[in-house]
C-alpha cells in the first residue's frame, strides 16, 4: 500500500490487530528487513512497516533530505493513520526519525526501542581526520574551473574515483541523486535534542558494533530522560536480528507486558 503526502509516495505494510506498532528500518533496508518483528509483534499489535523514501518500493525524494524531512512525512503518515501515541521499534537511520519525531512531536509516540541507533557525530581520530581532509583536497582539485577545463567530463570519472576510494560503503552503494540526501542527514546531529524527548525508550545494543559505536548508546541512556540501556554481547549493528530471540524477548516484555 501507499501513503501519498503531498506528491511525496511512502510504501507501507500493515498487519495484525490491536494497538498500533510503527517499524522504521534503517539505512538501505526496507519494510521487510524487520520480518521477524513483523511476524510476532503482529500477534498482539498492528504492526506497521514502511519503506523510507529511496529505499525498498518507495520513490525516492524530490529533492535532497535531511532527517527533518523524513520526520515529517513520518509525523504526517502517524496522523492520517490515526496512529497517535503508537510504540516505535527503529533501527538505524530510522532510530534518527525516531529521535526527532519524538522530541518535535512527543505527542506521535508512547514508547520506543532503538537498536543500534543513529544521530551522533562519530568522534574525530587523527586517522579520521586526515581521511577526511585527503578527500576534501582532491574533491577541490577536481571541482577546480581549471581542472574542468583541462579533463572535461574525465573530471566526473575522478570524482567518482574518489567516492570509491574515500566514501562508506552506504554512500557508494547510493545513486548520484541520493548521495546529497545522504550527506544532510549524517551531517545533522540530533545529540541537542535529546533531553527534550519524553517517551519512555529502550535502547538496545550490540557490544561489537562499529557502525554506531557502544558510546552513542551509552550517550543517549544518559541524556534521554527516561531510557535505559541494554547490551547484546558480541552482536553488531545488526544486533536485532543476529540475537533475535533476545531482542524480542526483551522489546516484547517492554511494549506489550
Sequence with gaps: MYFDNAGVKLYYERTGSGAPLLLLHGWGGKAASFLPVTRDFSAARTVYAVDFPGHGNSPEP?????????????????RRMDIVGCDIIAHSFGGRVALLLAAEHPEAMRRMVLTGCAGLRPQNTGKRTLRSRTYKCLRALADNGLTRRLLGKRVDDWREALVQKFGSADYKALSKTMRPTFNRIVAQD????????????????????VDTPLWMGEV????????????????????YLEKYADFKAIAWKFLIG
Excluded: N
Aim: proline share 7%; with cysteine; glycine share 8%.
Design 190 to 209: 540530533l545529540r541537542p535534542v535529546l533531553g527534550r524527548i519524553r517517551a519512555s525508550t529502550l535502547l538496545i545494543w550490540g557490544t561489537q558494533d
Design 62 to 78: 524530490p529533492s535532497p533530505w535531511s532527517v527533518t524531512e523524513y520526520m515529517e512525512l513520518i509525523w504526517a503518515f502517524i
Design 220 to 239: 543517549m541512556e544518559k541524556e534521554i530522560p527516561d531510557a535505559a540501556l541494554i547490551l547484546l554481547e558480541g552482536c553488531g549493528h545488526f544486533a
